[in-house]
Every structure is written in C-alpha cells, then in structure tokens.
C-alpha cells in the first residue's frame, strides 16, 4: 500500500479538531484536509477520509465493520467489561457486528417502520404546538431547554415506554455517558461511568415493571421477546433500551439546534420555510447535509477495499468524516451555501449500511413537523448571541440556545 499523508499540516488539522474552536466550524479544516489528500493518515494510525464518495463507502460497504469491544485492550482498556459506560455502548447494536447486530436490530426494527413513524404525526404535531405556545410571551428563551430536548425526549419517552416525569432527567446522564463516543480517557470515563450506571438501573426498575404488567410499548415488547424464546439477554435488553433511548433524542436535538441557527445565519432562508411548508422535507435534508448532528463514524476493515485510490488492507482502522462528505464539492455544488430546496440531496448525517440509524424516519419527521412550525409561529426569530456548544465533534450540538422571539 502506498504512503498514506501524514505530514505536519494534516496532524495540526486534526489536532485542532479536537478542541475549540475547530469543533464549533470544522468545515474549512475538513476542506484542506481533502485538498491534501483523500485519506490522510492520523497519529494513532487510523487513516481518515473526507471525501463522500468514500466516506459513503466506509458506512456502507460489509467489507468495513465495527471495531470490535475487544479492540479497547490496545487503547488501555482491557478491563473495558468493568466499566458502566464502555460495557453498556458496547454490547448494544450500535457497535455490534453481525449475526448479533442482525438479531437485534430485527426485534426492534419494527417500531420504527414508516407507518408506525407515521402513524405519530398527530402526537407530534400536538406536541410542537404545546411547545410553542410555551415559548409565545417570553422576549427571550433558551431553544434548546424550551423545545428542542423536551420535543424528542417525550416522543421517544412515550414510544419506549419511560414515564414524563422522569424524562428531563436523563439529559445530563446521556450527554456524559455519549461523550466516551468522542475519546476515551479516565477523566471522561470518571463522569460517564456513573451516568451510564444510573441510566441502567432506572431503566431496570422499568423493565421490571413490563415483567409484571406489560403495556403498549418498546420496553414491553423488549421484554417480551426476551421472554418468549430467550432471544435477548438481560443484558442486552437493558443495553439497547438505554441506547435507543438516548440515541432517540440526542441527535433530534443536535438536529433542532444546529438547523435553527443555520437558518437564522440565512434569514431569507428562515422566511422562506415560513411561506413555504412544502419545503419541510427537502429543508430537513438540506439541514442534516449543512450543520450534520453526527460528524463522524469508525470502522475497522476485514477484507483489502480501495479508499481515495489507494488499496487499504485489513485491520486498517478508518474514521469517515461524515460532515466533511456533506461538504464534498464534488457531490454538493458550493457546498457551503445553505439552499432549502436544494436537489438531489442524500447527506450522510445517518449512516448507511446495516447501521443506518434505526430513529432516522422518526428524526425526519420531528424536524419537518417542528421548524416550518417555529417559522410560521416567530418569524423574527434571533440569535441573542448566547450560545454554549457543546464540547463535541462525534455528536454536534448546542447545550443552550438562547433566541429573541419577537
């Protein structure tokens, strides 16, 4: 295999993406890294791809698989099965390879179907209109405590069964279990150990009560096929529930957030949301493409695959930047430009493959419902200039959003 870049200038960009402020505008440093080259090489060795085409082919094709638990005893973490937040990420399907990937996606695929997706619209809408009258009458308001958690935290909160009241407590535990996503130290693993372990033991106490009274919901239907021939253990039937919990909501909030702050940088854009609902769909993908809510994905290759021209062989590990493909010239023209209606749209915000996000029909349709909603109800709508982001690249976002209402 040819030399893969690695050269001063490409261990800076990277470096710099790994802190502030290259987390909170990573483009122009994803755009030099593809100048560079198409796969350049990190100082750990992982080899990194920036161009669509090839992220696309990372996140899709089988010959590339997640890297496997085991893989943390070469990054100091043998003892990966002793801690709450690693045990719990990894032996959910979300970093699970086939058959076991297989076996438990196809139990619970079938709460995400699009006409059961569909099927919540009138939910939902009810939903945004509660919470944009919660936001009519106040000069100003924090987006992202007043709608944009509350939203998908109760759509997923009902659809898996975890009371409203107990909901708004699980964002600071699933924002400090998800940060071992981004890189994992002892500092992070000391705040996302507890978090994950007391997402596990209340999401135990719930699953106990499905035991003795089942109800009309995932956590039910979870223990249900538990129960029925022993196709989910304990463990992952707490492990999922905790995953699609917190996958259920994070990225929906990421994706408010990110998609109302692009849209008020393009006022005309913001309006023309407002005049024009049709649009929900196309601006929805438009939005996921432009501020992506997930920036990047890891794979480990299992078999030789060509990336950037060059032939990488087997055990390579391969990080694609998935918002640097949404940016990708050669797929989006002017890339940076924010275009509502623009056409033929398909960014990689979701994945692909057999990990193609599970909640993506149920993210869409928040998003569709919720920001021609908020355009029509506040168009002068504004940026007070009072943002915290959250301190991420894997999973971009805002903690707090303040905006003027009127």
């Not at 998908?152 to 909901?167: D, H, K, M, W």
């Given at each position: 295999?040819p ?11 990277l ?7 290259g987390?909170a ?8 890294l593809?100048?560079?080259?198409p ?13 669509y085409g090839d992220?696309?082919t ?9 890297l496997p638990?085991?893989?943390l005893?070469?990054?100091g973490f043998p003892d ?8 719990q990420?990894?032996?959910s399907m ?11 996606r196809?139990?619970v695929s079938s709460?995400?179907t699009p006409r ?6 009138p ?10 009258d919660g ?10 405590e007043a709608f944009?958690f ?10 898996l069964g975890?009371?409203?009241q107990?909901?708004a407590?699980?964002?600071t535990?699933v924002?400090?279990w998800t ?5 994992i130290?002892p ?6 150990d507890p978090?994950?372990?007391?997402i596990r ?10 035991r003795?009274r ?5 956590l039910?239907a979870?223990?249900?096929a538990?129960?029925?021939d022993d196709?989910?253990t304990?463990?992952e039937?707490?492990?999922n529930?905790?995953?699609l919990?917190?996958?259920g ?13 692009a849209?008020l940088h393009h006022p ?5 949301l407002g005049?024009r609902?049709?649009?929900a769909q ?10 992506s809510?997930?920036q990047?994905s890891?794979?480990?290759v299992?078999?030789p695959?060509?990336l950037?021209g ?5 055990g390579e590990r391969v ?14 023209p ?11 749209n398909?960014p ?14 149920l ?5 569709q ?11 002068s709508?504004?940026?007070?200039g ?8 894997s999973?971009k976002?805002?903690t707090?959003l303040r905006?003027?209402?009127?």
């Amino acid at each position: 295999m040819p030399d893969i870049v690695q050269n001063p200038e490409v261990l800076a960009l990277l470096d710099e993406l790994t802190r502030m402020p290259g987390r909170a505008d990573p483009y122009p440093r994803y755009a030099r890294l593809r100048e560079i080259s198409p796969v350049v090489r990190a100082d750990d060795g992982a080899l990194v791809v920036t161009g669509y085409g090839d992220c696309a082919t990372v996140v899709r094709d089988p010959r590339l698989q997640h890297l496997p638990a085991d893989m943390l005893a070469f990054v100091g973490f043998p003892d990966w099965r002793e801690h709450p937040a690693l045990h719990q990420l990894f032996t959910s399907m979300l970093t699970l390879n086939p058959p076991d990937h297989t076996r438990l996606r196809r139990l619970v695929s079938s709460a995400f179907t699009p006409r059961r997706v569909e099927a919540l619209r009138p939910a939902i809408e009810r939903m945004v209109q509660d919470l944009l009258d919660g936001m009519d009458g106040h000069d100003e308001v924090d987006f992202v405590e007043a709608f944009a958690f509350p939203l998908p935290v109760n759509v997923i909160g009902e659809l898996l069964g975890v009371p409203a009241q107990e909901r708004a407590g699980f964002q600071t535990l699933v924002r400090d279990w998800t940060q071992v996503l981004e890189v994992i130290t002892p500092d992070v693993l000391a705040r996302a150990d507890p978090a994950a372990a007391a997402i596990r033991d209340h999401l135990a106490g719930l699953v106990e009560q499905r035991r003795q009274r089942p109800t009309d919901d995932l956590l039910s239907a979870l223990v249900q096929a538990q129960a029925a021939d022993d196709r989910l253990t304990d463990e992952e039937v707490l492990s999922n529930a905790a995953l699609l919990f917190a996958a259920g909501f994070e990225t929906t909030t990421n994706l408010l957030a990110n998609g109302v702050v692009a849209l008020l940088h393009h006022p005309e854009q913001y309006a023309l949301l407002g005049r024009r609902p049709d649009l929900a769909q196309p601006a929805v993908e438009e939005l996921l493409r432009y501020d992506s809510p997930v920036q990047l994905s890891s794979r480990v290759v299992t078999a030789p695959l060509e990336l950037g021209g060059v032939t990488v062989g087997e055990g390579e590990r391969v990080v694609a930047y998935l918002g640097a493909g949404n940016h990708d010239p050669a797929r989006f023209p002017d890339p940076g430009a924010l275009r509502l209606d623009r056409a033929d749209n398909a960014p990689l915000s979701f994945g692909g493959g057999i990990h193609y996000c599970l909640g993506a029909p149920l993210a869409r349709l928040e998003a569709q419902i919720a920001l021609p909603a908020l355009a029509r109800r506040f168009p002068s709508l504004a940026l007070t200039g009072q943002a915290q982001r959250r301190d991420s690249l894997s999973l971009k976002g805002y903690t707090s959003l303040r905006l003027r209402t009127g």
